[in-house]
């Protein structure tokens, strides 16, 4: 549905946990006042749940804001940002992989072996 949608658009995360049951006007109050980004922009803005389960993506077509929400039937997003400075523009490749149901932000722990077994 979404493979040849978005084109030019820039991506956004809401850096931590969303509460899910604001709606469009709130989510890009939130947009301006603590991303400190334009709504009004050609982007796309993502917010996650706290349990990971649900995601809003709010998006401005000139007429009006498109609030989409995705919903996990099982499983959870396994990483989303907790600061500003992981909250970077994503890529269009992450955010198709997401709505093709893969998990393109999870990251694998960093391992320091102590010897060579």
């Not at 803005?45 to 609030?67: A, H, M, P, T, Y």
């Not at 709505?99 to 010897?115: C, I, S, T």
Request: with cysteine.
């Amino acid at each position: 549905m979404f493979e040849n949608s978005f084109e030019g658009y820039t991506m956004y995360l809401r850096p931590k946990s969303t509460d899910m049951r604001k709606g469009g006007s709130s989510l890009a109050i939130l947009i301006e006042s603590e991303m400190q980004l334009d709504p009004f922009s050609k982007s796309l803005f993502f917010f996650c749940s706290k349990n990971r389960k649900i995601l809003k993506v709010l998006v401005w077509d000139r007429q009006g804001f498109w609030e989409m929400t995705k919903r996990l039937e099982s499983g959870t997003y396994r990483w989303w940002p907790e600061s500003r400075e992981q909250a970077m523009e994503v890529k269009r490749s992450a955010v198709m992989a997401m709505f093709r149901g893969e998990d393109p932000w999870r990251r694998l722990p960093e391992l320091r072996p102590k010897r060579v077994s």
